[in-house]
Each structure stands twice: as structure tokens, then as C-alpha cells.
């Protein structure tokens, strides 16, 4: 029972993780109808910056922060990349991929092949029905429930989300209301960068990162954001819940080596499903 316990707030925190991911994704895909394969490098340079601003004496809230919005700057230039020209969708699909691949060559470059990590809250664990868990899942849950009840105000609230919102569903119209729509588009990918860039200064105390962590973790934030056909955030927090706990059991039960396996097949299960239904909409 402890076991399952553990596994279950563990599974629930990496979720969390993966839910701010998928988010990202979400919200990029909306507005630009770009699949952003990059989103695995905004964790990556998350967690990298932290690292490297902390090494420099700075304050660990202060790092993490000061990373956020570095990696949301980092955004922007991808999506100023991806974006900018009229650009065919299946192209700046490509250029995603190459953006993360350029993405992996600097973060070799800069900090090198060796995991990195760093310490998260400071304090003892604390025990939940007899299971140890670690203070940083707290870190992880208080934080991603704030960035999602923002997101929820921000969106249902104000003109900008409003704003963002039209541009998702309907461009054309959005434009003719004098929205941005081009500007919103690098809005989205800044919010998918700092996102990103949060979900890797959540999960490198936990778990090293590396130079290529991006493709697992863009592979789980994709399949978690697939779970809404990249529409729904809200069903992106399910899916990234969902693998989240899965990987998790996965990985207690079985072993750690598998849990990128079954995210792949979990993924495949997700996009016959997402087709088969697609089809089944059509013939309707």
C-alpha cells in the first residue's frame, strides 16, 4: 500500500509536468496550427539555466524565474522563426524538428553530456499515508495549479485571452475585428516557451536532465495534449495526469527503461483513436 501511494503522488507530480507541456503545445497549435516539436527544448534550456544561474550565486527563486523568462524569450525566436513568413504548415512542422535538433547541438555545446541537476525545496520529505515523498512534488503541485487558475482567469477574463481565444477559433474573423492574429502567434509560442521552461525547472531537482531529454519529454507532452486533439487544455491537464501516473507505475512495478516505450505506445493508441474518430465525423 505505501508503494502504491508513493507511486501515485509521484505519478500525479510528474503529471503535472507533462500537463504544463501538453499546454504548450495546446496553445501554439490553437493559434498557429503548428505543431511545435520544439517544446521538449524549452524544458531542457529550463532546467539548464536554472542550473547555470544558480552555479553563479544567484538566489534559487530568482534562477527559476530568471530561467522562465529566458526560455520564453528563447520562444519568441522560434516562433519569429517558424511564423514569420507564409510559411506551408508541413514546412514549419519541419522546422520545429530542426529547431530542436539545433536546440540539442547548443545545449551540448554549452553544458556539455553529463546530467545535470540541482537541489529543489529545502527541508525534509513529509509522509503520506506511511509513503515518503519528496518536498519538491508540493513545489510542483502549488505552482501548476497557480499557472493553471491564471490561465483559466487570464482566458475567461480579460481581452487578451478573449483575444487569443478568437484568433483559435476563427482567424479570418479575428483579423477583421483588428486582432494581430501574426502577433498572437508569437504570444502563443512565448507562453508555450515559458510553460516549457517551468515544467523543466520543476522536474531537473527530481529527475537530471540532459542535452536530449527533449524528445522524451516533447513525446509525453505531445500524447498528453493528443488526449484533447490539441484543442482542449483542459483535457490536456487529463492526459499529462494520466501519463504521468502510468509512466509512474510503470516504472515502480516494472522498470524505468519502459516508460518511454509505453508513452510511444500509449501515443499510437491515442492518434488511431483521434483518426478513427475524425473519419467518423466526416462520414456524419
Same mark, same amino acid.
Given at each position: 500500500? /505505501?508503494?502504491?501511494?508513493? +507511486?501515485?503522488?509521484?505519478?500525479?507530480?510528474?503529471?503535472?509536468?507533462?500537463?504544463?507541456?501538453?499546454?504548450?503545445?495546446?496553445? *501554439?497549435?490553437?493559434?498557429?496550427?503548428? %505543431?511545435?516539436?520544439?517544446?521538449?527544448?524549452?524544458?531542457?534550456?529550463?532546467?539548464?539555466?536554472?542550473?547555470?544561474?544558480?552555479?553563479?550565486?544567484?538566489?534559487?527563486?530568482?534562477?527559476?524565474?530568471?530561467?522562465?523568462?529566458?526560455?520564453?524569450?528563447?520562444?519568441?525566436?522560434?516562433?519569429?522563426? /517558424?511564423?514569420?513568413?507564409?510559411?506551408?504548415?508541413?514546412?514549419?512542422?519541419? *522546422?520545429?524538428?530542426?529547431?530542436?535538433?539545433?536546440?540539442?547541438? &547548443?545545449?551540448?555545446?554549452?553544458?556539455?553530456?553529463?546530467?545535470?541537476?540541482?537541489?529543489?525545496?529545502?527541508?525534509?520529505?513529509?509522509? $503520506?499515508?506511511?509513503?515518503?515523498?519528496?518536498?519538491?512534488?508540493?513545489?510542483?503541485? *502549488?505552482?501548476?495549479?497557480?499557472?493553471?487558475?491564471?490561465?483559466?482567469?487570464?482566458?475567461?477574463?480579460? +481581452?487578451?485571452?478573449?483575444?487569443?481565444?478568437?484568433?483559435?477559433?476563427?482567424?479570418?474573423?479575428? /483579423?477583421?475585428?483588428? *486582432?494581430?492574429?501574426?502577433?498572437?502567434?508569437?504570444?502563443?509560442?512565448?507562453?508555450?516557451?515559458?510553460?516549457?521552461?517551468?515544467?523543466?525547472?520543476? $522536474? /531537473?531537482?527530481?529527475?537530471?536532465?540532459?542535452?536530449?531529454?527533449?524528445?522524451?519529454?516533447? &513525446?509525453?507532452?505531445?500524447?498528453?495534449?493528443?488526449?484533447?486533439?490539441?484543442?482542449?487544455?483542459?483535457?490536456?491537464?487529463?492526459?499529462?495526469?494520466?501519463?504521468?501516473?502510468?509512466?509512474?507505475?510503470?516504472?515502480?512495478?516494472?522498470?524505468?527503461?519502459?516508460?518511454?516505450?509505453?508513452?510511444?505506445?500509449?501515443?499510437?493508441?491515442?492518434?488511431?483513436?483521434?483518426?478513427?474518430? %475524425?473519419?467518423?465525423?466526416?462520414?456524419?
Amino acid at each position: 500500500m /505505501t508503494a502504491f501511494v508513493e +507511486y501515485l503522488l509521484t505519478g500525479v507530480s510528474r503529471g503535472l509536468v507533462f500537463a504544463l507541456l501538453a499546454m504548450g503545445f495546446v496553445f *501554439i497549435y490553437r493559434v498557429t496550427r503548428v %505543431v511545435n516539436f520544439a517544446q521538449g527544448a524549452f524544458a531542457v534550456f529550463g532546467g539548464f539555466i536554472t542550473y547555470s544561474l544558480l552555479r553563479a550565486g544567484m538566489p534559487q527563486g530568482i534562477s527559476e524565474l530568471l530561467a522562465v523568462i529566458a526560455v520564453a524569450l528563447i520562444g519568441l525566436v522560434f516562433g519569429i522563426i /517558424t511564423i514569420v513568413g507564409e510559411i506551408p504548415l508541413l514546412a514549419s512542422l519541419v *522546422i520545429t524538428i530542426g529547431l530542436s535538433i539545433l536546440s540539442e547541438a &547548443i545545449g551540448m555545446l554549452i553544458w556539455g553530456t553529463t546530467p545535470i541537476t540541482y537541489s529543489g525545496l529545502a527541508g525534509h520529505d513529509f509522509v $503520506i499515508f506511511g509513503a515518503f515523498i519528496q518536498r519538491q512534488y508540493l513545489i510542483i503541485g *502549488i505552482a501548476s495549479l497557480a499557472v493553471f487558475v491564471g490561465l483559466v482567469y487570464v482566458f475567461g477574463r480579460t +481581452y487578451f485571452g478573449k483575444a487569443m481565444s478568437a484568433c483559435a477559433s476563427n482567424p479570418y474573423a479575428a /483579423t477583421l475585428s483588428g *486582432i494581430n492574429v501574426k502577433r498572437m502567434g508569437f504570444i502563443a509560442f512565448m507562453l508555450g516557451g515559458a510553460l516549457g521552461g517551468l515544467a523543466g525547472v520543476l $522536474i /531537473t531537482p527530481l529527475s537530471p536532465i540532459t542535452y536530449n531529454a527533449d524528445v522524451s519529454l516533447a &513525446i509525453t507532452g505531445f500524447a498528453a495534449a493528443i488526449v484533447g486533439g490539441l484543442a482542449s487544455p483542459g483535457l490536456a491537464v487529463v492526459g499529462g495526469l494520466v501519463f504521468g501516473i502510468v509512466e509512474q507505475f510503470v516504472a515502480g512495478y516494472w522498470s524505468p527503461s519502459n516508460e518511454t516505450a509505453v508513452a510511444l505506445a500509449l501515443l499510437v493508441v491515442l492518434l488511431l483513436w483521434q483518426s478513427r474518430w %475524425v473519419r467518423l465525423g466526416g462520414l456524419e
